[in-house]
Structure formats: C-alpha cells, structure tokens
C-alpha cells in the first residue's frame, strides 16, 4: 500500500510556473512508475505524463509536452511535475497516481486526493 498527496498547487498567471509534488508514503516510491493526471471542470480526466521508477522514461501528453516535465527524487520519495508556459486550458485538479505507466487510468493502483490549479489570463 502507498499513500500519495500532492502539492504545490495555487493560482498563477498564464505564461507563468508551477511546480506540484507527489509524496509518497507507506513504501518506496522507487518501487512504481508514477503517473500524473488532470480533470478540468466538466471535462474527464485525461493523462498528463507519467514517469518510470528509475526516471529514465518520462512520456507526457502532446498537449504538455515541451511545456511539462517529470521528475522524481527517489531518496526523497517524492515525484515533481514542473508546469512551465502555463495556459489557461491548464486549469484542472491534478492528480499523481502510482502503479502504471501508461495512460489510461485503469493501470494505476494509487491516486492522490488532487490539487488545484488555476491559471488565469
């Protein structure tokens, strides 16, 4: 069992930064592949990216790609998406989920509670 809570979450303007964390408690992060996934207002959740245990395979979405990356610090436990040229399509809770590498929602065992981001123009 793994425990995911994310954070890092706010209110940014578009074009700015963001970076939200994944922490991990329970066992070692290194131990699964971490997924991040986002759901904006009447929208479903839809992949963003996700990464390997090792971080050596990160994969994003086309909409994020270039814009988005994926790390993860293994001693620490935690996992990071650093949201850069942020859009106001961007807004959405965003979620880390543990357990699978690819993108549909069914692989992951593991999910966070999610954390907000608003990006305002």
């Known amino acids: 069992q793994v425990q995911l809570v994310e954070s890092g979450g706010g209110l940014v303007q578009a074009g700015g930064s963001l970076r939200l964390s994944c922490a991990a408690s329970?066992?070692?992060?290194?131990?699964?592949?971490i997924g991040w996934f986002r759901q904006a207002p009447g929208k479903e959740r839809e992949f963003v990216g996700s990464i390997s245990g090792d971080g050596i395979w990160p994969s994003y979405a086309d909409s994020v790609k270039g814009r988005f990356t994926i790390s993860r610090d293994n001693a620490k436990n935690k996992v990071y998406l650093q949201m850069n040229i942020l859009k106001r399509e961007d807004t959405a809770v965003y979620y880390c989920a543990a357990g699978g590498l690819g993108a549909l929602e069914t692989e992951y065992q593991y999910w966070g509670q999610g954390a907000q981001v608003t990006v305002s123009s």
């Open positions: 329970g066992r070692t992060l290194s131990s699964y592949a």
